[in-house]
Protein backbone atom coordinates (compact mmCIF):
# COMPACT_ATOMS: atom_id res chain seq x y z
CA UNK A 1 0.00 0.00 0.00
CA UNK A 2 2.90 2.22 0.53
CA UNK A 3 4.45 1.75 -2.49
CA UNK A 4 1.35 2.19 -4.49
CA UNK A 5 0.51 5.80 -2.42
CA UNK A 6 4.49 6.67 -3.53
CA UNK A 7 3.21 5.86 -7.13
CA UNK A 8 0.26 8.01 -7.22
CA UNK A 9 2.23 10.95 -5.36
CA UNK A 10 5.29 10.63 -8.02
CA UNK A 11 2.38 10.67 -10.74
CA UNK A 12 0.30 14.10 -9.41
CA UNK A 13 3.69 15.53 -9.07
CA UNK A 14 4.83 14.53 -12.53
CA UNK A 15 1.34 15.82 -13.94
CA UNK A 16 1.52 19.37 -11.96
CA UNK A 17 5.22 19.78 -12.75
CA UNK A 18 4.70 18.90 -16.65
CA UNK A 19 1.89 21.46 -16.56
CA UNK A 20 4.13 23.71 -15.04
CA UNK A 21 6.70 23.45 -17.24
CA UNK A 22 3.91 23.79 -20.18
CA UNK A 23 2.85 26.56 -18.70
CA UNK A 24 5.65 28.10 -18.01
CA UNK A 25 7.04 27.40 -21.80
CA UNK A 26 3.79 28.85 -23.43
CA UNK A 27 4.46 32.36 -20.43
CA UNK A 28 8.23 32.37 -21.96
CA UNK A 29 7.19 31.84 -25.79
CA UNK A 30 4.39 34.44 -25.42
CA UNK A 31 6.12 36.93 -23.30
CA UNK A 32 9.50 36.19 -24.55
CA UNK A 33 9.97 34.68 -28.01
CA UNK A 34 6.88 36.35 -29.56
CA UNK A 35 6.75 39.29 -27.63
CA UNK A 36 6.95 41.34 -30.27
CA UNK A 37 4.37 39.44 -32.60
CA UNK A 38 1.20 39.52 -29.85
CA UNK A 39 2.34 43.82 -29.28
CA UNK A 40 1.58 44.09 -32.72
CA UNK A 41 -1.43 41.61 -32.76
CA UNK A 42 -2.63 44.19 -29.88
CA UNK A 43 -1.56 47.57 -31.84
CA UNK A 44 -3.95 46.47 -34.64
CA UNK A 45 -6.51 45.38 -32.21
CA UNK A 46 -6.72 48.44 -30.15
CA UNK A 47 -4.56 50.92 -31.31
CA UNK A 48 -4.47 53.23 -34.51
CA UNK A 49 -1.84 55.73 -35.19
CA UNK A 50 -3.18 58.78 -36.31
CA UNK A 51 -1.81 62.51 -37.40
CA UNK A 52 -2.85 65.02 -35.15
CA UNK A 53 -2.36 68.72 -35.25
CA UNK A 54 -2.40 70.64 -31.86
CA UNK A 55 -5.60 73.05 -31.98
CA UNK A 56 -5.51 75.62 -34.34
CA UNK A 57 -4.89 79.04 -32.85
CA UNK A 58 -7.30 81.57 -32.39
CA UNK A 59 -8.16 85.00 -34.44
CA UNK A 60 -8.41 87.87 -32.53
CA UNK A 61 -9.82 91.54 -33.11
CA UNK A 62 -7.88 95.11 -32.42
CA UNK A 63 -9.54 94.48 -28.67
CA UNK A 64 -8.56 90.93 -28.37
CA UNK A 65 -11.93 89.83 -28.53
CA UNK A 66 -11.80 86.00 -30.19
CA UNK A 67 -13.56 86.42 -33.78
CA UNK A 68 -12.33 82.14 -34.79
CA UNK A 69 -12.28 79.98 -31.85
CA UNK A 70 -12.24 76.08 -31.89
CA UNK A 71 -15.52 73.41 -30.63
CA UNK A 72 -14.90 69.19 -30.85
CA UNK A 73 -17.44 67.44 -32.81
CA UNK A 74 -17.83 63.54 -33.10
CA UNK A 75 -17.26 61.76 -35.97
CA UNK A 76 -18.12 58.01 -36.77
CA UNK A 77 -15.40 55.76 -38.49
CA UNK A 78 -14.93 51.85 -38.93
CA UNK A 79 -12.01 49.91 -39.43
CA UNK A 80 -13.21 47.69 -42.60
CA UNK A 81 -9.99 45.30 -42.69
CA UNK A 82 -10.94 44.06 -39.44
CA UNK A 83 -14.94 43.77 -38.78
CA UNK A 84 -16.94 41.90 -37.06
CA UNK A 85 -20.48 42.21 -38.54
CA UNK A 86 -19.80 42.95 -41.94
CA UNK A 87 -23.53 42.26 -42.85
CA UNK A 88 -25.39 44.01 -39.76
CA UNK A 89 -22.97 47.20 -41.01
CA UNK A 90 -23.56 47.15 -44.44
CA UNK A 91 -27.27 47.40 -43.67
CA UNK A 92 -26.88 50.00 -41.41
CA UNK A 93 -25.00 52.05 -43.83
CA UNK A 94 -27.08 51.79 -46.85
CA UNK A 95 -30.00 52.65 -45.08
CA UNK A 96 -28.84 55.97 -42.66
CA UNK A 97 -25.26 56.59 -44.88
CA UNK A 98 -25.02 55.76 -48.23
CA UNK A 99 -22.36 57.34 -49.37
CA UNK A 100 -20.16 55.95 -46.80
CA UNK A 101 -21.72 52.41 -47.85
CA UNK A 102 -20.49 52.97 -51.61
CA UNK A 103 -17.16 53.64 -50.07
CA UNK A 104 -16.77 50.52 -48.39
CA UNK A 105 -18.19 48.63 -50.84
CA UNK A 106 -15.14 50.46 -53.13
CA UNK A 107 -12.54 49.88 -50.43
CA UNK A 108 -13.67 47.00 -48.08
CA UNK A 109 -9.80 46.02 -47.26
CA UNK A 110 -9.27 49.81 -46.34
CA UNK A 111 -7.47 50.03 -42.48
CA UNK A 112 -9.85 53.59 -41.68
CA UNK A 113 -12.79 55.22 -43.25
CA UNK A 114 -15.13 57.70 -41.98
CA UNK A 115 -18.86 57.48 -42.03
CA UNK A 116 -19.83 60.29 -41.65
CA UNK A 117 -17.54 64.13 -40.11
CA UNK A 118 -19.45 66.32 -37.68
CA UNK A 119 -21.95 64.69 -36.45
CA UNK A 120 -25.36 66.26 -35.05
CA UNK A 121 -27.09 64.93 -32.21
CA UNK A 122 -29.69 62.89 -34.03
CA UNK A 123 -27.01 61.30 -35.91
CA UNK A 124 -24.93 60.21 -32.58
CA UNK A 125 -28.12 59.21 -31.03
CA UNK A 126 -28.79 57.29 -34.29
CA UNK A 127 -25.27 55.78 -34.08
CA UNK A 128 -25.55 55.17 -30.53
CA UNK A 129 -29.03 53.22 -30.62
CA UNK A 130 -28.06 51.07 -33.38
CA UNK A 131 -25.18 49.47 -30.96
CA UNK A 132 -22.56 48.17 -33.76
CA UNK A 133 -19.31 47.70 -32.13
CA UNK A 134 -17.96 48.13 -35.48
CA UNK A 135 -18.48 52.07 -35.67
CA UNK A 136 -16.07 53.88 -33.60
CA UNK A 137 -16.57 57.42 -32.32
CA UNK A 138 -13.95 60.10 -32.30
CA UNK A 139 -13.74 63.90 -31.18
CA UNK A 140 -12.84 66.19 -33.91
CA UNK A 141 -11.84 69.59 -33.75
CA UNK A 142 -13.58 72.51 -35.82
CA UNK A 143 -14.12 76.49 -35.85
CA UNK A 144 -16.62 78.49 -34.47
CA UNK A 145 -16.88 82.05 -35.63
CA UNK A 146 -18.87 84.11 -32.62
CA UNK A 147 -18.77 87.62 -34.68
CA UNK A 148 -21.17 87.21 -38.21
CA UNK A 149 -20.39 90.52 -39.64
CA UNK A 150 -16.65 89.64 -40.29
CA UNK A 151 -17.35 86.35 -42.40
CA UNK A 152 -15.93 87.85 -45.15
CA UNK A 153 -12.45 88.26 -43.12
CA UNK A 154 -11.64 85.45 -41.33
CA UNK A 155 -12.62 83.24 -43.91
CA UNK A 156 -13.51 79.63 -42.78
CA UNK A 157 -12.07 75.94 -42.98
CA UNK A 158 -12.45 72.93 -44.00
CA UNK A 159 -13.17 69.35 -42.98
CA UNK A 160 -9.97 68.43 -41.77
CA UNK A 161 -9.36 71.98 -39.94
CA UNK A 162 -7.73 73.89 -42.87
CA UNK A 163 -7.50 77.65 -43.96
CA UNK A 164 -9.41 78.06 -46.89
CA UNK A 165 -10.04 81.73 -47.67
CA UNK A 166 -9.82 84.93 -45.51
CA UNK A 167 -7.19 85.28 -42.63
CA UNK A 168 -7.96 81.55 -41.97
CA UNK A 169 -6.48 80.56 -46.16
CA UNK A 170 -3.74 83.27 -45.95
CA UNK A 171 -2.45 82.80 -42.39
CA UNK A 172 -3.39 78.38 -42.54
CA UNK A 173 0.84 78.00 -41.43
CA UNK A 174 0.80 80.23 -39.20
CA UNK A 175 -2.46 79.20 -37.42
CA UNK A 176 -2.38 75.81 -37.80
CA UNK A 177 1.42 75.12 -36.66
CA UNK A 178 2.91 71.38 -37.36
CA UNK A 179 1.49 68.22 -37.37
CA UNK A 180 2.70 65.63 -34.66
CA UNK A 181 1.73 61.92 -34.73
CA UNK A 182 -0.29 60.25 -32.18
CA UNK A 183 -2.06 57.35 -31.21
CA UNK A 184 -5.68 56.58 -30.87
CA UNK A 185 -6.42 53.59 -28.31
CA UNK A 186 -9.79 51.81 -27.83
CA UNK A 187 -11.26 51.54 -24.17
CA UNK A 188 -12.20 47.77 -24.14
CA UNK A 189 -15.23 48.76 -21.75
CA UNK A 190 -17.29 51.21 -23.94
CA UNK A 191 -15.78 49.93 -27.27
CA UNK A 192 -15.01 54.32 -27.62
CA UNK A 193 -11.73 55.67 -28.92
CA UNK A 194 -9.78 58.52 -27.43
CA UNK A 195 -6.93 60.25 -28.62
CA UNK A 196 -3.66 58.93 -26.54
CA UNK A 197 -2.03 61.50 -24.41
CA UNK A 198 1.65 59.74 -25.32
CA UNK A 199 2.86 61.91 -29.33
CA UNK A 200 4.43 59.76 -31.21
CA UNK A 201 6.48 63.14 -32.53
CA UNK A 202 5.68 66.14 -31.46
CA UNK A 203 4.27 69.17 -33.42
CA UNK A 204 4.62 72.96 -33.62
CA UNK A 205 1.51 74.83 -32.03
CA UNK A 206 -0.23 77.16 -34.32
CA UNK A 207 0.30 81.18 -33.49
CA UNK A 208 -2.87 83.31 -33.02
CA UNK A 209 -3.96 85.93 -35.12
CA UNK A 210 -4.70 89.93 -34.55
CA UNK A 211 -6.49 91.57 -36.97
CA UNK A 212 -7.02 95.07 -36.81
CA UNK A 213 -10.75 95.07 -37.23
CA UNK A 214 -12.68 96.48 -34.15
CA UNK A 215 -15.70 93.76 -33.84
CA UNK A 216 -18.08 96.25 -32.40
CA UNK A 217 -17.81 99.37 -34.84
CA UNK A 218 -17.68 96.47 -37.49
CA UNK A 219 -21.38 94.90 -35.78
CA UNK A 220 -22.15 98.74 -36.01
CA UNK A 221 -21.37 99.56 -40.07
CA UNK A 222 -23.08 95.76 -40.49
CA UNK A 223 -25.80 97.04 -39.23
CA UNK A 224 -25.96 100.11 -40.63
CA UNK A 225 -25.13 99.09 -43.94
CA UNK A 226 -27.91 96.23 -43.98
CA UNK A 227 -30.69 99.43 -42.80
CA UNK A 228 -29.68 101.60 -45.86
CA UNK A 229 -29.22 98.68 -48.29
CA UNK A 230 -32.92 97.62 -47.57
CA UNK A 231 -34.17 100.98 -47.49
CA UNK A 232 -32.95 101.98 -50.73
CA UNK A 233 -33.76 98.08 -52.67
CA UNK A 234 -29.68 98.33 -53.49
CA UNK A 235 -28.32 95.27 -54.82
CA UNK A 236 -25.23 95.36 -51.99
CA UNK A 237 -23.39 98.30 -49.65
CA UNK A 238 -20.01 98.69 -47.93
CA UNK A 239 -18.06 100.28 -45.21
CA UNK A 240 -14.36 101.34 -44.33
CA UNK A 241 -13.03 102.56 -41.56
CA UNK A 242 -9.31 103.54 -42.11
CA UNK A 243 -7.30 104.88 -38.77
CA UNK A 244 -5.17 107.71 -40.85
CA UNK A 245 -2.89 108.17 -38.20
CA UNK A 246 -1.48 104.38 -38.38
CA UNK A 247 -3.25 102.92 -40.89
CA UNK A 248 -4.74 100.12 -39.35
CA UNK A 249 -8.07 98.87 -41.29
CA UNK A 250 -10.82 99.70 -38.13
CA UNK A 251 -13.78 98.55 -39.69
CA UNK A 252 -14.54 96.36 -43.74
CA UNK A 253 -18.11 95.52 -43.53
CA UNK A 254 -20.08 94.82 -46.25
CA UNK A 255 -23.68 93.63 -47.22
CA UNK A 256 -25.32 90.93 -47.64
CA UNK A 257 -22.62 88.83 -45.70
CA UNK A 258 -22.23 84.91 -45.28
CA UNK A 259 -22.61 83.07 -41.79
CA UNK A 260 -19.25 81.56 -41.84
CA UNK A 261 -20.97 78.91 -39.20
CA UNK A 262 -23.25 77.59 -41.65
CA UNK A 263 -21.54 76.77 -44.97
CA UNK A 264 -23.58 73.58 -46.04
CA UNK A 265 -24.95 75.69 -49.04
CA UNK A 266 -22.28 78.43 -49.57
CA UNK A 267 -23.08 81.35 -51.89
CA UNK A 268 -19.22 81.72 -53.27
CA UNK A 269 -19.88 85.34 -54.52
CA UNK A 270 -20.91 86.56 -50.92
CA UNK A 271 -17.70 84.80 -49.31
CA UNK A 272 -15.37 88.08 -51.23
CA UNK A 273 -13.80 91.14 -49.88
CA UNK A 274 -15.46 93.15 -52.26
CA UNK A 275 -13.79 96.36 -50.53
CA UNK A 276 -10.50 95.14 -52.32
CA UNK A 277 -11.66 92.07 -54.67
CA UNK A 278 -14.71 94.36 -56.55
CA UNK A 279 -13.76 97.87 -58.88
CA UNK A 280 -16.37 100.12 -59.33
CA UNK A 281 -16.80 103.36 -61.36
CA UNK A 282 -17.48 105.69 -58.45
CA UNK A 283 -18.63 108.88 -60.49
CA UNK A 284 -19.19 112.36 -58.77
CA UNK A 285 -16.72 111.24 -55.62
CA UNK A 286 -13.93 111.48 -58.02
CA UNK A 287 -14.19 115.13 -58.53
CA UNK A 288 -12.31 115.76 -54.79
CA UNK A 289 -9.40 114.31 -56.89
CA UNK A 290 -9.91 116.26 -60.18
CA UNK A 291 -10.03 119.47 -57.78
CA UNK A 292 -6.69 118.34 -55.87
CA UNK A 293 -5.26 117.89 -59.51
CA UNK A 294 -6.00 121.40 -60.17
CA UNK A 295 -5.38 123.07 -57.49
CA UNK A 296 -1.72 121.72 -57.41
CA UNK A 297 -1.36 122.43 -60.96
CA UNK A 298 -2.41 125.91 -59.90
CA UNK A 299 -4.58 125.97 -62.85
CA UNK A 300 -7.40 127.59 -60.79
CA UNK A 301 -7.72 128.50 -57.29
CA UNK A 302 -10.92 128.32 -54.92
CA UNK A 303 -12.53 131.74 -55.71
CA UNK A 304 -12.30 131.57 -59.60
CA UNK A 305 -15.98 132.25 -61.24
CA UNK A 306 -16.70 128.97 -63.29
CA UNK A 307 -19.35 129.44 -65.88
CA UNK A 308 -22.15 125.92 -65.40
CA UNK A 309 -24.03 127.19 -68.45
CA UNK A 310 -27.24 127.26 -66.15
CA UNK A 311 -28.62 124.02 -67.05
CA UNK A 312 -29.05 119.78 -66.28
CA UNK A 313 -28.26 119.09 -69.54
CA UNK A 314 -26.24 121.04 -72.07
CA UNK A 315 -22.63 120.36 -74.10
CA UNK A 316 -19.46 121.31 -73.61
CA UNK A 317 -17.32 121.78 -76.64
CA UNK A 318 -19.96 119.65 -78.45
CA UNK A 319 -20.05 117.12 -75.55
CA UNK A 320 -23.07 116.64 -74.31
CA UNK A 321 -23.01 116.72 -70.13
CA UNK A 322 -26.07 115.70 -67.67
CA UNK A 323 -25.66 117.02 -64.25
CA UNK A 324 -27.98 116.97 -61.13
CA UNK A 325 -28.61 120.57 -60.27
CA UNK A 326 -28.63 123.65 -62.71
CA UNK A 327 -26.34 126.39 -61.50
CA UNK A 328 -25.18 129.66 -63.61
CA UNK A 329 -21.97 131.15 -62.31
CA UNK A 330 -20.10 129.16 -59.54
CA UNK A 331 -16.48 129.33 -57.38
CA UNK A 332 -14.25 126.64 -57.64
CA UNK A 333 -15.21 125.55 -54.30
CA UNK A 334 -18.54 125.81 -55.10
CA UNK A 335 -18.33 123.63 -58.34
CA UNK A 336 -17.30 120.69 -56.07
CA UNK A 337 -19.40 121.29 -53.25
CA UNK A 338 -22.01 121.21 -54.71
CA UNK A 339 -21.42 118.73 -57.32
CA UNK A 340 -21.80 120.37 -60.99
CA UNK A 341 -20.50 118.35 -64.01
CA UNK A 342 -20.50 121.32 -66.26
CA UNK A 343 -17.74 123.01 -63.67
CA UNK A 344 -15.45 120.11 -63.36
CA UNK A 345 -15.34 119.16 -66.60
CA UNK A 346 -14.15 122.83 -67.79
CA UNK A 347 -11.77 122.81 -65.47
CA UNK A 348 -10.37 119.33 -66.51
CA UNK A 349 -9.84 120.33 -70.19
CA UNK A 350 -7.13 122.58 -68.99
CA UNK A 351 -5.40 119.73 -66.89
CA UNK A 352 -5.44 117.95 -70.08
CA UNK A 353 -3.34 114.20 -69.82
CA UNK A 354 -2.08 115.78 -66.18
CA UNK A 355 -5.30 114.54 -64.50
CA UNK A 356 -4.38 110.66 -65.40
CA UNK A 357 -0.98 111.47 -63.78
CA UNK A 358 -2.82 112.66 -60.78
CA UNK A 359 -4.66 109.62 -60.57
CA UNK A 360 -2.24 106.62 -61.07
CA UNK A 361 -0.21 109.21 -58.12
CA UNK A 362 -3.16 108.97 -55.56
CA UNK A 363 -2.67 104.93 -56.38
CA UNK A 364 -5.53 104.56 -58.59
CA UNK A 365 -4.66 102.02 -61.37
CA UNK A 366 -2.30 100.06 -59.12
CA UNK A 367 -2.66 97.24 -56.54
CA UNK A 368 -2.28 98.65 -52.64
CA UNK A 369 0.30 97.24 -50.29
CA UNK A 370 -2.69 94.91 -48.20
CA UNK A 371 -1.75 91.52 -48.86
CA UNK A 372 -5.01 90.06 -49.58
CA UNK A 373 -6.01 87.14 -52.85
CA UNK A 374 -8.40 88.47 -54.89
CA UNK A 375 -7.08 91.98 -54.80
CA UNK A 376 -7.95 94.27 -58.12
CA UNK A 377 -5.49 97.07 -59.38
CA UNK A 378 -8.55 98.90 -61.12
CA UNK A 379 -8.44 101.10 -64.15
CA UNK A 380 -7.76 104.38 -65.68
CA UNK A 381 -7.69 104.73 -69.49
CA UNK A 382 -4.64 106.22 -70.24
CA UNK A 383 -4.11 109.22 -72.42
CA UNK A 384 -3.46 107.48 -75.72
CA UNK A 385 -6.80 105.38 -75.71
CA UNK A 386 -8.85 109.05 -74.89
CA UNK A 387 -11.40 110.21 -76.92
CA UNK A 388 -12.98 113.15 -77.10
CA UNK A 389 -15.22 112.64 -74.43
CA UNK A 390 -12.70 111.20 -72.37
CA UNK A 391 -11.48 113.96 -70.13
CA UNK A 392 -14.76 114.69 -69.48
CA UNK A 393 -15.45 111.58 -68.10
CA UNK A 394 -12.62 110.89 -66.11
CA UNK A 395 -13.06 114.63 -64.51
CA UNK A 396 -16.44 112.98 -62.94
CA UNK A 397 -15.77 109.53 -62.00
CA UNK A 398 -15.66 107.77 -65.05
CA UNK A 399 -13.42 105.56 -67.90
CA UNK A 400 -12.14 104.84 -64.06
CA UNK A 401 -12.77 102.37 -62.10
CA UNK A 402 -11.62 102.02 -58.51
CA UNK A 403 -11.64 99.42 -55.10
CA UNK A 404 -13.13 100.76 -52.14
CA UNK A 405 -10.10 100.55 -50.62
CA UNK A 406 -8.07 102.82 -52.96
CA UNK A 407 -10.70 105.35 -52.40
CA UNK A 408 -10.12 105.25 -48.48
CA UNK A 409 -6.64 105.47 -48.81
CA UNK A 410 -7.09 107.92 -51.51
CA UNK A 411 -9.00 110.45 -48.95
CA UNK A 412 -6.67 109.48 -45.91
CA UNK A 413 -3.91 112.08 -47.70
CA UNK A 414 -6.44 115.10 -46.81
CA UNK A 415 -5.94 113.62 -43.03
CA UNK A 416 -1.94 113.12 -43.46
CA UNK A 417 -1.42 116.14 -44.78
CA UNK A 418 -0.54 114.89 -48.32
CA UNK A 419 1.56 112.03 -47.17
CA UNK A 420 0.47 108.57 -48.30
CA UNK A 421 -0.59 105.75 -45.60
CA UNK A 422 0.16 101.60 -46.11
CA UNK A 423 -2.89 99.96 -45.15
CA UNK A 424 -2.24 96.44 -42.87
CA UNK A 425 -5.40 94.22 -41.41
CA UNK A 426 -3.25 92.34 -39.20
CA UNK A 427 -0.63 92.88 -36.80
CA UNK A 428 1.73 90.56 -38.37
CA UNK A 429 1.40 92.65 -41.31
CA UNK A 430 2.12 96.31 -39.73
CA UNK A 431 4.76 98.09 -41.66
CA UNK A 432 8.00 98.92 -39.79
CA UNK A 433 7.67 102.44 -40.86
CA UNK A 434 4.77 104.65 -42.91
CA UNK A 435 5.89 107.01 -45.42
CA UNK A 436 6.79 110.61 -44.56
CA UNK A 437 7.01 112.50 -47.58
CA UNK A 438 4.13 114.21 -48.70
CA UNK A 439 2.64 113.86 -52.33
CA UNK A 440 0.76 117.28 -52.80
CA UNK A 441 1.83 120.74 -51.42
CA UNK A 442 0.72 121.93 -48.08
CA UNK A 443 -1.38 124.63 -49.67
CA UNK A 444 -3.31 122.42 -51.65
CA UNK A 445 -4.17 119.95 -48.88
CA UNK A 446 -5.33 122.61 -47.02
CA UNK A 447 -7.40 124.17 -49.56
CA UNK A 448 -9.06 120.41 -50.11
CA UNK A 449 -9.47 120.41 -46.75
CA UNK A 450 -11.53 123.05 -46.28
CA UNK A 451 -13.76 122.48 -49.74
CA UNK A 452 -14.23 119.12 -48.65
CA UNK A 453 -15.60 120.45 -44.64
CA UNK A 454 -17.71 122.53 -46.60
CA UNK A 455 -19.16 119.54 -49.08
CA UNK A 456 -20.49 118.27 -45.82
CA UNK A 457 -21.52 121.42 -43.45
CA UNK A 458 -23.71 122.96 -46.65
CA UNK A 459 -22.67 121.08 -49.71
CA UNK A 460 -24.38 117.79 -51.66
CA UNK A 461 -23.06 115.72 -48.65
CA UNK A 462 -24.90 117.31 -46.09
CA UNK A 463 -26.17 113.79 -45.08
CA UNK A 464 -22.67 112.87 -44.35
CA UNK A 465 -22.49 115.65 -41.31
CA UNK A 466 -21.59 114.23 -37.87
CA UNK A 467 -23.91 115.64 -35.59
Not at 32 to 47: C, G, N
Not at 77 to 104: G, Y
Not at 240 to 250: A, C, F, K, M, R
Amino acid sequence: MNSIHQLRTAIIFLLFGTAYLIIAGNLYLIQIRQRDFFKHLADQQYTITLTCRAPRALIFDKTETPLALNQERLSAFIEPHKLASTKNLQEFLRIHFPSAADRLAKNPDASFLFIKRRLNDQQIELLKSANLPDIQLMKEPHRWYPVEAVGHLTGITDIDNHGLFGIEGIYDDHLGGKASSCTLQKDARSGAFYFDKKMIADGLAGKPVQVTIDSSLQFLAYENLKQTVDSFNAKEGAALVINPSTGEILVMAQYPGFNANSTESLNLELTKNKIVTETYELGSVMKAFTALAALEEQITNCDEMIDCKNCKVGFLDGFKISTWKAHDQLSFSQVIELSNNFGIATVAKRLGTKLYDHYRRLGFGSKTALDWPGQQAGFVNHPANWSGQSIISLSFGYEISATLLQLGLAFCLFARQGVPLIPYLTKEAQPAKQPTDPLYRAETIAAMRGILERTVSQGTAHRAKIK
